[in-house]
Each structure stands twice: as structure tokens, then as C-alpha cells.
């Protein structure tokens, strides 16, 4: 049973037709309040941890949307960890949505782009989670 959630937003703001990254926030929900996302020598190791799936997503997110011609405005990712009171991960959910300048966002590039993130090295190397769902959608500018 999932004892504690975990959540991290991510928005970025585009450039250029390789949607080549011109502005980025992090923020971490914290006691129901959203706070932006500090890297330093001080910030737990369990936050980093969902910063660096949280990067990685957003890595693939972005090189597969130009892989498929799709260029984006803006894009918001959430990752939401569910997990025991060890950190254990019980439930990982990715949710990213691109605001797209040009292109078809069909839906097999959708599926495609989405299957593509679960294979980013961060998610290839966490163990088996029950449950892990990365949801992609994509709306026009």
C-alpha cells in the first residue's frame, strides 16, 4: 500500500524547428503548495531522483516530437510517484502535453513518442513497477 505521493511539474518554452529548449521551470509540490525546484548540494537525494525521470521524460518527450516533425510552443510534464514508506516505488505516472507550432500529431505518433519515453535510460534502469502509465497528448497553437 502506497504510504506517500511525490510530484513534479515541469514547463518549457521552445525555439526553432528542433524544438531546441528556450525556457524551463521545475517545481516540486510540497505540503500541497507548489515550490520551484532548487538543484543544489542540499536537496534530498529522493528529489533529484524524481528530477533526473522527470528530465529524462522530457528528453525523449522532445527529440521524438522533432523525430516526427512536430514543432512545439510549449510543453508541461507531471510526474506523480506513489511509494511505500522505504521509497519504493509503487506507481509512477508520466503525463507530458505539447502545444504545437506546426505539424500532424497522429496517433501513431503519439503512441509511438510515448512508447519511446518509457525507453529513456533513467526508466530503463528502475526496477518493475506495478504500475507505470506515461500518457502523451498533443494540442494545436
Not at 24 to 35: A, F, G, N
Not at 45 to 71: K, P, S, W
Not at 96 to 113: E, P, Q, R
Request: with cysteine; glycine share 4%.
Amino acid at each position: 500500500m502506497s504510504d506517500l505521493t511525490f510530484q513534479m511539474l515541469l514547463q518549457c518554452q521552445y525555439t526553432g524547428d528542433k524544438n531546441e529548449i528556450e525556457q524551463l521551470h521545475v517545481e516540486l509540490l510540497d505540503s500541497d503548495d507548489w515550490k520551484n525546484f532548487d538543484l543544489n548540494l542540499y536537496t534530498p537525494g529522493f528529489d533529484i531522483f524524481m528530477y533526473a525521470i522527470l528530465t529524462c521524460q522530457h528528453m525523449y518527450f522532445r527529440m521524438n516530437a522533432t523525430e516526427y516533425g512536430l514543432v512545439l510552443e510549449s510543453s508541461e510534464g507531471l510526474i506523480t510517484v506513489m511509494a511505500d514508506k522505504h521509497r519504493s516505488i509503487e506507481t509512477l505516472n508520466v503525463d507530458f502535453k505539447g502545444k504545437l507550432k506546426k505539424g500532424n500529431a497522429t496517433d501513431d505518433k503519439v503512441n509511438s513518442i510515448a512508447a519511446r519515453m518509457g525507453l529513456c535510460p533513467v526508466s530503463i534502469n528502475l526496477k518493475n513497477i506495478p504500475q507505470n502509465i506515461i500518457t502523451v497528448t498533443f494540442d494545436d497553437a
